[in-house]
């Protein structure tokens, strides 16, 4: 682990060199920060201003300080107003440079944002409340950075604070949206705090936001959904967020998140919707049941109409949620049964010249594929080997789309000899030397397809 300094030996030595060795302040400053930071030393959180200079940081968080000595309950409007104003100002700061959030949580901002913010009526905020609510959750947005900022939020009964304030505000969507911005920053990395959000049952308070609020743009929503469901704490040696994933899909939150793909092109929260959707989407079961409810017919209808309306962004999360729910046998028979493999091959040729694009396709055509000859054989039929074959001539740069080329034509001919013949004939072989050749991310599995298409030499 890195080594670290106190504020008071970092002045010291910035002192030393001014007043030992005839330093100017500022060559001085700068002497003190390249010699810590070649010995290994952490300066995350160390003001690092010139000698006699106030950090303009500390100086905002010096009037916060100032704000909760002073204050007296019920808050008045004009104590308010300048808690919204502060708030503003600290989260300008740490947007301005990345080491004040650091530096303020060094420097107990985080308490002291969370005293202040308990002192903000929570019941359905007035246009003068809401002001210093917002602003208060922008600065929790800022400050969460790491689990000790996160860690001093949970002490400071930071969870509760923001639940509560969700809980009080389901009609206002503007405090939703902060709000759960604030829930996703602070369960980025710490599964402490994902559990802690769940013991407060915010999965209960999702679902009934997404039943509220239909076809209504709540972006941070679906990044706390996310945020929870990401096993991304590496102090955990086994994260709890599978039980979590199917505690959402049990209560129901699939099903709304699926009602958002029915929306179409015309959901502001479709791409958000899918992205979540195949975090939700952890097991054989969750997959079958999304299929049950619609999904896969929601899906398709949306690559559709991706392709027509020339939507790069819904055509990628849309193919990549489609290869998480046909990792259930069940749902690659109703994949290709609902024409999914021709909807595919439509779409390649609507973004041929996407190399981003084709790799989704490629990908969950691979997986349709997967212990599947009936499926390989009709995405041949379809026009899966030319596409392969095609996108890897135009695109030899592409080196994740050349990687799932590879793994899609090996799934293709392992278990059918047909296929083999007809690629190979078709010149495939040169194209997946030279991936193997030229990207190390592509190396097995060229060999492997090579491999099964079976070619001499292909291990060389």
């Known amino acids: 682990m890195a080594r670290r300094i106190s504020q008071e030996a970092f002045d010291e030595m910035v002192k030393e060199n001014i007043d030992d060795l005839g330093m100017d302040p500022s060559d001085a400053l700068q002497d003190a920060i390249q010699t810590l930071s070649?010995?290994?030393v952490n300066l995350s959180g160390i003001i690092t201003s010139l000698p006699g200079e106030t950090s303009p940081l500390i100086l905002c968080l010096d009037k916060l300080k100032q704000l909760s000595s002073e204050i007296r309950d019920p808050v008045n409007d004009v104590v308010l107003t300048q808690m919204a104003l502060s708030f503003d100002?600290?989260?300008?700061?740490?947007?301005?440079?990345?080491?004040?959030?650091?530096?303020?949580?060094k420097?107990?901002?985080?308490e002291l944002l969370c005293s202040l913010c308990s002192k903000i009526p929570a019941a359905t905020p007035t246009s003068t409340s809401q002001a210093p609510l917002l602003s208060a959750f922008n600065a929790f947005t800022a400050l969460l950075h790491d689990v000790q900022s996160t860690g001093t939020f949970k002490i400071s009964h930071g969870p509760r604070m923001i639940i509560d304030f969700l809980n009080h505000n389901k009609q206002n969507v503007h405090v939703l949206n902060s709000g759960f911005g604030v829930v996703a920053s602070a369960a980025t990395g710490d599964e402490i705090l994902k559990e802690s959000f769940m013991e407060l049952k915010i999965d209960e308070l999702i679902m009934e936001i997404l039943s509220t609020h239909k076809n209504t743009c709540i972006p941070n929503l679906y990044d706390a959904i996310r945020a929870l469901l990401t096993p991304d704490d590496t102090?955990?040696?086994?994260?709890?967020?599978?039980g979590y994933a199917r505690k959402f899909a049990k209560i129901g939150i699939a099903g709304a998140l699926v009602d958002s793909l029915r929306a179409g092109l015309s959901s502001p929260d479709l791409v958000s919707a899918c992205i979540t959707l195949k975090a939700i989407a952890v097991n054989d079961e969750i997959c079958k049941s999304i299929s049950e409810i619609g999904g896969i017919d929601a899906i398709l209808r949306c690559i559709e109409d991706s392709g027509e309306q020339g939507n790069k962004a819904v055509a990628k999360v849309c193919c990549s949620l489609l290869s998480k729910l046909a990792g259930s046998d069940t749902n690659k028979s109703e994949i290709v049964g609902k024409g999914g493999m021709d909807k595919l091959i439509k779409l390649s040729a609507r973004f041929n010249d996407d190399p981003s694009v084709l790799q989704e396709i490629m990908s969950i055509i691979s997986v349709l594929s997967l212990r599947?000859?009936?499926n390989a054989a009709r995405a041949v039929e379809a026009g899966a080997g030319d596409l392969a074959i095609q996108a890897m001539q135009e695109f030899p740069a592409a080196s994740q789309m050349q990687r799932?080329?590879?793994?899609?034509?090996?799934?293709l001919v392992v278990r059918n000899p047909e296929n083999r013949t007809l690629l190979l004939n078709n010149g495939?072989?040169?194209?997946?030397?030279k991936a193997k050749q030229t990207h190390a991310n592509c190396k097995d599995a060229a060999t492997d397809a090579l491999r099964d298409l079976g070619v001499d030499g292909y291990n060389l």
Do not use: F, H, W
């Not at 100002?89 to 949580?105: E, G, P, R, S």
């Not at 420097?107 to 985080?110: I, K, L, M, Q």
């Open 38 to 40: 070649l010995q290994g």
């Open 404 to 411: 799932n080329s590879c793994l899609m034509i090996r799934n």
């Open 428 to 433: 495939v072989e040169k194209y997946i030397r």
């Open 107 to 110: 420097n107990g901002a985080v």
């Open 372 to 374: 599947s000859p009936e």
């Open 235 to 242: 102090r955990v040696v086994a994260s709890q967020v599978y």
């Open 89 to 105: 100002d600290l989260t300008a700061l740490c947007a301005q440079d990345k080491a004040n959030a650091a530096i303020a949580t």
